[in-house]
């Protein structure tokens, strides 16, 4: 990594900025120091011009629609390999051998039951609780059973976490819908592959045998690849922030998954959805594209836009595909939804108004779609995102406690409120 440096004048001083150029992507401007030598601070709400790290884990070109995990291409990844391919890939930076891949199957599935305690977690929500709340409660609680693996300064402890954590989150979101549902929890199998164990545990009820369709368990398998680590995004960040106190790894994910939550965020898949059932039929999209672009009106379209990708997400693309697949696999030949999915981003990429913000669908626009033809609740879209994130929260979490520059993450303000006053007795108050 070379560096250059900037000077920058404020009033009569002027400070000499280093620039840090990083492998490829933006450089950046080491602003530590400003406050030391200005005392100003900069200012950045939403961080939309803030490198917070250094990171050798996920890379996003926005402006050329490009992702790459540890420097393999997303639609590599999602062609050829599968999901704890890639959780291996993103946890210890390059692609396992035969062997190192075998011996990462066998150590996750050896992690995926949780302790028996957790059932009774379950039975103070009500069923109608949403998914994610009993995620996020169950996660957080995990803090409180493994006390052999929350020594954060040690790697292999960080390890041992990493591999639960991974391991665990199927078999809690299977008994999340489980619980919404009113069924009973179904254990896990060790001889089925992850994602195919994940479906048996949420679609196997005790009264028949379950067969599991490989082209769906293939298909959900790419999914969580397509999801499983986005650089820093807002619950990865959120993550950070919670690990950079020294938290327990578990409660760190738990704060992941409640930013996760957000309609903005991960929940938009489960918003994309809703939306589009709304709308209802293709007729009624230019009613809708007109409220997207309605400043007074606070719609939004869900699923469309991006912090980052100002082209195509590549994601969206590979779930397109994906969906059709589903579609095919499932014997829907007319999905309502899909028409009125497609039809909409003809019509919103042509435009004007999502042309010039460069609006285009994210990953969350058709995964929905998707999910609701595998039988998912809509509730349940933001559990999936979670389950498959989990591994680039853990992945950046780590990266950032192995960080010899890490300290705890503690941003400033400009301050806009009361200046200096006295207090006044409520006598005196009038
Ligand atoms: C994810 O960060 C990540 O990497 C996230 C993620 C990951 O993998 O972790 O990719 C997953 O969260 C995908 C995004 C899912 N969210 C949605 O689909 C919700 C709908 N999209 C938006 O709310 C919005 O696009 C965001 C939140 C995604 C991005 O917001 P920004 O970067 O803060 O952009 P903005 O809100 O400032 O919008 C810029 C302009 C605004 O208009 P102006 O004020 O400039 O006139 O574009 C408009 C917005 O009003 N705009 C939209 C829009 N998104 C932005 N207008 C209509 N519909 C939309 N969806």
């Known amino acids: 990594m ?17 620039i840090k150029t990083g492998v490829i992507g933006p450089s950046v ?16 709400p939403g961080f939309t011009s803030t490198a917070s790290c250094e990171s050798k884990i996920t890379y996003i070109d926005g402006d050329e629609g490009v992702l790459l995990y540890r420097g393999y291409p997303i639609e590599q990844l999602a062609e050829h390999g599968d999901f704890l391919e890639t959780c291996y890939l993103l946890l210890y ?12 199957d066998y150590r996750v599935t050896r992690h995926t039951m949780v302790h028996d305690q957790m059932n009774r977690f379950f039975t103070g929500f009500r069923r109608d609780a949403h998914p994610m709340a009993i995620m996020v409660a169950c996660v957080g609680a995990l803090s409180a059973f493994y006390h052999d693996s929350t020594d954060i300064s040690d790697p292999h402890q960080r390890m041992v976490a990493s591999m639960r954590m991974i391991a665990k989150m199927p078999t809690l979101a299977a008994m999340a819908y489980k ?5 009973p929890f179904v254990y896990p199998q060790n001889e089925l592959d992850y994602t195919s164990n994940f479906l048996r545990m949420c679609f196997a009820v005790p009264a028949e045998e379950y067969k599991v369709n490989p082209v769906l368990s293939r298909a959900l398998d790419r999914i969580f690849i ?49 939306m589009l059932e709304e709308i209802g039929t293709p007729d009624r999209i ?77 990953i969350d626009f058709y995964s929905g779609i998707t999910l609701k033809a595998m039988g998912f ?30 300290r705890i993450g503690r941003p400033r303000q400009l301050y806009v409120g009361s200046p200096k006053r006295d207090y006044v007795t409520v006598a005196q108050r009038g």
């Open 2 to 18: 070379s560096s250059s440096s900037s000077t920058l004048t404020v009033d009569d001083k002027s400070v000499d900025l280093a």
């Open 29 to 44: 401007v080491d602003i530590s120091k400003l406050y030391g030598q200005t005392g100003m601070f900069t200012y950045d």
């Open 93 to 104: 930076g390059e692609l396992p051998t035969a062997a190192q891949k075998a011996d990462f």
């Open 179 to 183: 619980y919404h549902v009113g069924q």
């Open 226 to 274: 397509l999801h499983a680590d986005h650089e820093q995004n807002a619950s990865t960040s959120t993550v950070r922030l919670a690990g950079s106190s020294g938290a327990n790894p578990f409660a760190c994910i738990a704060a992941g998954i409640a930013c996760l939550w957000g309609p903005a965020h991960g929940g938009a898949n489960e918003a994309a959805l809703k």
């Open 286 to 362: 230019p009613e809708y594209i007109a409220k997207a672009k309605d400043k007074n009106d606070p719609f939004r379209l869900m699923g469309f836009g991006h912090r980052v990708y100002k082209n195509y997400d590549p994601r969206a693309r590979i779930m397109q595909k994906t969906t059709h697949e589903v579609l095919n696999e499932l014997g829907i030949k007319d999905d309502p939804l899909l028409d009125v999915a497609v039809e909409l981003e003809q019509i919103a990429l042509k435009d004007e108004y999502f042309i010039e913000k460069k609006l285009y669908p994210n």
């Open 377 to 406: 609740p809509t509730s349940m879209f933001t559990v999936l995102f979670a389950l498959a994130r989990t591994v680039g929260w853990i992945a950046q979490w780590s990266e950032m406690i192995e960080d010899p520059s890490q």
